[in-house]
């Protein structure tokens, strides 16, 4: 799996690419810590576009609600967006998506995401 | 004969104590054949000096015999020891070795140039250097073997314990469900490479009710197997305290997240059946839905899905479902293990094939069923390693005649 992080205004996109199991499960963790992470006053909202990820297993979806559990701890907020049917699927029979907020596309997650300092 | 054999043998032993050795004689030689070696190339250098005392030039030819007498002695047992004689003769260090005492013998008329060629005394040095660096090596090498062997004992025993462990999780898991007239079952748990959380359970309830729980733990390793067994205790708990599936999941809930130092989650699904009328109520917690098998052939999934995981978040709720069995149908409960297990082009087995599975076998015992769904997948994964633990249960319920009834 790969992960890039990229800056849009207030917004930290972080951008998971290939399968997420329990052997990449660790390096998405530390990389969504690394989003969380922005000086001075950290993110206003961490979306995860989720277009690229093929896979998603349950040690895989812990490194989900690790990350809204600090994105709400930092009161930051947390959005994925742009699952593709197979991975949706895991986050509605899991659950996860009543607890997270998905969107469409980036754009539409982009769209509701705080823009200005507050 | 005898003493001639007996000379040979000390000498190999000589050879193979000195030269071959680790110990402290062949330490000591070795350091006084480098002290001979830096005393021969000092005096050859003070022999050069002109009208030096009769005395010192004396002296240094004693000395002179002393070192050639000690490096020939040298030389002749690293020929002894050497397993191929010629290659040392000719090597570099043989043919060094011999030019440090070659020209004392051969020339014994004292002219400038065989003095020179004694400064070939010189290379012996790097030859020594090299020896001591070998026996460092030799050294450092076997500190090494020594303390990676004591790590693969460690190994070893974590490895072991580890087995352990797992041979323990999947002892606690129920063998055979309990007796009830008009109803088989039979489950299975494939266990993984690493240890997984998956397992199943079958509870005994008041009234003739048995609770099934298919549940899988997020994650891997010694984590995951606690938090199942927690999972575990936790639920069998709560189960004969509440008769509806939907609290008793909603507690387990609570239970979960308080005691979860790691966040982890576990998905479960958890059904009553009441093995008299074939109603089975049930709640569902993260957890892949149950294919039923209807005796038509029809297979479809039991609806209620997408409840939370377990352990996640406090003040969940989750709502019971129900439905009522005829006689023949099939309830067959699974872990993602199974229907995400992977071949080695990397595809998944797949909801689809399941399904084909369960509509293709209609008859037989229960664990007919369970036995042809683990070859399906073991026969599609091939030689892909299975990453998942693969727990099914298969639940089949028949009509119970008024004759059998108590």
Known sequence: MNVRLETVGQTTLVIPEGRLDFGSAALFEKQLEQAFVRKPTGPAAVIIDCAGLEYVSSAGLRAFLLAARTAQRAGCQFALCGLQPSVRDVFELSGFSRIITIYADRAAALAHAPTAQP | MAPLHSVNAAVHALAALLIQGRGRYARTFENVVLALIIFSVASIGIDSIAGLPLWATRALAIAEVVIVAVFSFEYLLRIIAAPRKLAFIFSFEGIVDLLAIAPFFVARVDTRWVRALRLLRLLRLLKLQTHMLETTVAERTAELAAKNALLEEAQAQIKAELSVARELQIAILPATFPARPGCDSAARMIPATTMGGDFYDFIELQNGQVGLVMADVSGKGVPAAFFMAVARTTLRELASHYSDPGTCLARANELLFRQNPMDLFVTVFYCILDPTSGVVRYANGGHNPPLLRRPDGSVEALNGAGGLVL?????????????RLLAGDRLVMYTDGVTEAFNT???????????????????????????????????????APQSDDITLIVLTWKRVEAATLP
Not at chain 2, 315 to 320: F, N, T
């Open chain 2, 311 to 323: 352990g996640a978040m406090p003040g969940v709720e989750y709502p019971e479902h129900s439905v």
């Open chain 2, 345 to 383: 082009s990397d595809e998944a087995y797949g909801t689809e094939r399941l399904v084909a599975e369960i509509r293709a076998h209609g008859d037989g015992a229960a664990s007919d069923l369970v036995e042809r769904i683990c070859r399906s997948v073991a026969t599609f994964a091939g030689a």
